[in-house]
């Protein structure tokens, strides 16, 4: 990531994040999923037509991650750990290619020619994926140094064709590509129970699991040995089976990652503004309109362009923070956001930690959606409305109701961490209007607090969210 390194600076940028159609969803069978298409948006969106993608989504990173990271980047990076390429190779999904040459598909298991090596040639784009709608349950299971934010050391997804009486079992982590276990396939296939509502037995689930085990090819590193990782192959294997086999005949939102996110959990609201809806007052209204930049600006009540052109100083960059414009030089334009809010503009709420998208210390919140700033590019946030803990206050200096509950419940301890929390919190309460201690928890997994004082920072959640 050239971004993280003072100093280095990468070459032209093509942001593609605004192009609709790569973010479009069309429903039938297969799902057409455009590679923009968020972690989030997989999440809560499509957990009833590709209920294994929700799952593996929900285990990837956190909120500030999922809001931006998109299936096209997962398959252009093509790590062997990645959950959802997983969850797409179990699914049996197909990637599509185009180029001006024409459009051509590959499966998503053939697409991964190696471990960071994917077969894009020269003049592609990863426009969309393909993935057959579900016809059965779905599972994902995953182990990793920690409950969140943690790299796979080993992920199993299993995905069930109850009409076929099939399974597509797929490994991660475990060997140079996500791998399928073709030999657990056919075992499920020829020898599970279909005729039963019952649960598998468990010698019959070890089996399923050793057949796992024997698919994968993994080396040790510092997620864990080979021996390892077979083990977990083996156990996750059969646990993850077992979970869903009892999809069959149970409730289908056990299976249909319905459980992955708060809102998901407690269902989704008819109207999008009563989801919005929270006690301390509606949601800000959505970004102006951005303007193309060879059309003409408005004369009354211009939207925001994304670039400023001076004469003889190239293209420098415009972005509104908390309401309030700022023009760069050109020189802006290759810094991460949170440089630019930092070091170009002297706005400190944001902090520099990581560098990495792992600790929440510089969340902001991107025309409402929340995103680690120290990951998009400064261009990519020029003519979105752009808000930091700083901005929430109101105009007289009174605190949002957020930063006041922090105050009184005692979550504002070092303080360095304090406003990547605040500015979650706040979009976990926009969501969950009244989130339980599990919710609140999953909702700031994102966010780390060196004085380790999250009892606290919970607490707080709770008060802010009964005003």
């Known amino acids: 990531m050239p971004l993280r390194n003072r100093g280095e600076r990468p070459g032209p940028l093509l942001d593609l994040s605004r192009v609709a159609e790569l973010r479009a969803v069309e429903e039938g069978d297969p799902v057409r999923l455009g590679a923009g298409v968020t972690y989030t948006h997989m999440l809560e969106e499509l957990a009833d037509p590709l209920p294994v993608l929700a799952l593996a989504a929900r285990t990837i990173a956190s909120r500030q991650v999922r809001n931006r990271a998109t299936l096209g980047g997962a398959l252009a990076i093509a ?39 994917c077969d894009l040639r020269d003049g592609e784009l990863i426009t969309a994926v393909l993935v057959p709608r579900a016809a059965g349950p779905a599972a994902y299971a995953k182990v990793g140094a920690r409950n969140a934010m943690a790299r796979a050391a080993c992920a199993v997804a299993v995905v069930l064709d109850t009409e076929r009486r099939t399974a597509g079992i797929c490994v991660a982590a475990s060997a140079p590509t996500p791998v399928r276990a073709t030999a657990a396939e056919e075992l499920v296939a020829a020898e599970a129970a279909w005729d039963s509502d019952g ?34 192959a083996a156990v996750l294997g059969g646990r993850a089976l077992a979970r869903a086999w009892r999809g069959r005949s149970g409730d289908p939102e056990a299976w249909r990652g319905r459980s992955g996110d708060p809102e998901a959990r407690r269902g989704r609201s008819g109207d999008p ?16 309109p951005r303007p193309r930049l060879d059309e003409p600006l408005p004369a009354a009540a211009p939207p925001l362009p994304r670039f400023a ?25 290759g810094d991460s956001l ?6 170009g503009l002297g706005l400190t709420a944001p902090k520099n930690a990581c ?14 959606e929340i995103a680690c700033s120290c990951l ?57 209007s009244e989130p339980t201690v ?30």
């Open 199 to 232: 649960e598998l037995e468990g010698g019959f689930l070890s089996r399923v699991g050793e057949q796992v085990a024997k698919a994968t090819r993994p080396r040790s590193d510092g997620r864990g040995s080979e021996a390892y990782k077979r083990h977990a």
């Open 355 to 368: 560098e990495e998208g792992e600790c929440g210390s510089c969340t902001v919140a991107i025309d409402g």
């Open 79 to 117: 790590d062997p750990s990645a959950d959802v390429l997983a969850a797409l190779v179990a699914a049996g999904a197909s990637v599509e290619l185009a180029a001006a040459s024409g459009v051509r598909r590959v499966a998503v298991a053939k697409f991964l020619s190696g471990p960071y090596a």
């Open 273 to 288: 503004e009563a989801r919005r809806r929270r006690s301390d007052g509606p949601r800000p209204a959505a970004a102006p």
């Open 338 to 343: 949170l440089r630019v809010l930092r070091d």
């Open 438 to 467: 599990e919710e609140i928890r999953e909702g700031l997994n994102g966010n780390l607090c060196r004085c380790t004082g999250y009892e606290k920072i919970v607490a707080a959640v709770r008060l802010a969210a009964g005003r």
């Open 376 to 432: 998009v590019p400064a261009a990519q946030a020029a003519g979105c409305e752009v808000e930091t803990a700083a901005g929430l206050a109101g105009a007289d200096g009174a605190l949002h109701p957020v930063q006041e509950a922090f105050l009184e419940a005692g979550g504002v301890q070092c303080g360095f961490c304090t406003p990547g929390f605040v500015m979650a919190s706040r979009d976990l309460l926009r969501r969950v």
């Open 309 to 333: 052109h001076a004469e003889g100083a190239g293209t420098g960059l415009r972005l509104r923070v908390d309401g309030v414009d700022h023009e760069l030089p050109v020189e802006g334009t």
